[in-house]
């Protein structure tokens, strides 16, 4: 039998990978890798959990502080296909894993008062999306986009309420500028609230109606309660599905509201549907109800979601670009800036005298 030379294998000595680098470099790697992306993520993200494992801070936190701080690596293009994978794809398979936390009969303990002060946050908060625009002299439809958009869950509902306004009525400049504040504001607020509910005193199910109907993405939201504490966490993410849910109807009054682009367009309705995520969501709760889940399946389900939704966090904060707010100046960005003060003071005067 013969034994292969280790010299002639082709990467016998590649301990570091550096064939796969100069691959990329010479533009023969596969196109459309997720490799790189995924490699950086998985990376930012180990390191974040040593941090969190040595130093005690949360590792929610710690993800998006290395994901910022990693932030060049994107500027590769290379790197895209992978990070927007990890924080698409990673976020919305740990919130259907979390739906193992959560039963029927804890959304029913949310109960009326709370669901309508969250309709009254929302509304507010896209009033002031209006209201910013017409401060800063903006389009009307860019205080649309910002209110939408910061009321209900970011960048998801961002897309799809421009796809309703249209490129007519609103610059993709604009577009991509929303996309950008709202990812730095939902970044901020999951540093800063959960410190801020603590200095307020709120309790786990206060704090998590603060943080779950105020923080814009649905990544952010839930990292920010589960930052709090594991019961501030759950109730974050009810809050916060329950405005993901409402993002369909709201998406479609504004199609009421504004007349169509194209006459005779019916894609619109394929908008209407609630994404598979929160429908598989939906699923596993309904499971969760029915059966008796072990608590130690449970325990590996929390975990899980937490690696996921921590991958999702480090992935989104490689990909913000914060270039672009200095490109366009400050007045684009108080839409976004009033919808978010908005939304944190109406939740927090909620959370302190009905919660």
């Given at each position: 039998m013969r034994h292969a030379h280790w010299n002639n294998l082709p990467s016998g000595g590649d301990l570091f990978g550096e064939l796969h680098l100069a691959q990329i470099a010479a533009g023969t790697a596969p196109k459309g890798s997720l490799f790189p992306g995924l490699a950086a993520c998985a990376a930012g993200s180990a390191a974040a959990a040593w941090l969190s494992d040595h130093y005690g801070f949360p590792i929610i936190l710690l993800g998006?502080?290395?994901?910022?701080?990693?932030?060049?690596?994107?500027?590769?293009?290379?790197?895209?296909?992978?990070?927007?994978?990890?924080?698409?794809?990673?976020?919305?398979?740990?919130?259907?894993?979390?739906?193992?936390?959560?039963t029927f009969a804890q959304i029913a303990v949310?109960?009326?008062?709370?669901?309508?002060?969250?309709?009254?946050?929302?509304?507010?908060?896209?009033g002031a999306g209006l209201l910013g625009a017409r401060i800063a002299g903006q389009s009307p439809y860019a205080g649309l986009l910002a209110g939408g958009a910061t009321a209900i869950c970011g960048a998801s509902a961002?897309?799809?309420?421009?796809?309703?306004?249209?490129?007519?009525?609103?610059?993709?400049?604009?577009?991509a500028l929303t996309l950008v504040g709202i990812s730095l504001a939902s970044a901020l607020a999951m540093t800063i609230y959960p410190l801020l509910a603590g200095?307020?005193?709120?309790?786990?199910?206060?704090?998590?109606?603060?943080?779950?109907?105020?923080?814009?993405?649905?990544?952010?939201a839930i990292g920010g309660g589960y930052a709090f504490s594991d019961a501030a966490g759950a109730s974050a993410t009810i809050v916060k599905?329950?405005?993901?849910?409402?993002l369909a109807p709201v998406v479609a009054l504004v199609s009421l509201l504004l007349k169509p682009e194209k006459s005779?367009?019916?894609?619109?309705?394929?908008?209407?549907a609630l994404p598979w995520f929160i429908v598989a969501f939906l699923a596993v709760v309904t499971l969760n109800s029915v059966l008796s889940v072990p608590e130690t399946a449970r325990g590996w389900a929390l975990t899980g979601s937490k690696a996921l939704l921590l991958l999702a966090v480090t992935a989104t904060a490689m990909r913000t670009r914060l270039d672009l707010l200095l490109e366009m100046g400050w007045r684009a960005t108080v839409p976004v800036a009033l919808a978010t003060l908005t939304s944190f003071a109406v939740a927090l005067a909620f959370a302190l005298t009905l919660i």
């Open positions: 998006l502080l290395v994901g910022l701080s990693l932030n060049f690596i994107s500027a590769n293009d290379a790197t895209h296909r992978g990070l927007d994978f990890a924080s698409r794809t990673f976020l919305r398979l740990g919130i259907v894993v979390l739906g193992l936390q959560v949310l109960g009326p008062v709370p669901f309508g002060a969250l309709l009254v946050v929302m509304a507010l908060t896209m961002a897309l799809a309420l421009y796809g309703v306004i249209g490129k007519q009525r609103l610059s993709q400049a604009q577009f200095e307020f005193g709120l309790g786990d199910k206060q704090a998590g109606f603060l943080i779950g109907a105020s923080i814009h993405d649905v990544a952010q599905l329950a405005r993901v849910a409402l005779g367009d019916t894609r619109f309705w394929r908008r209407l």
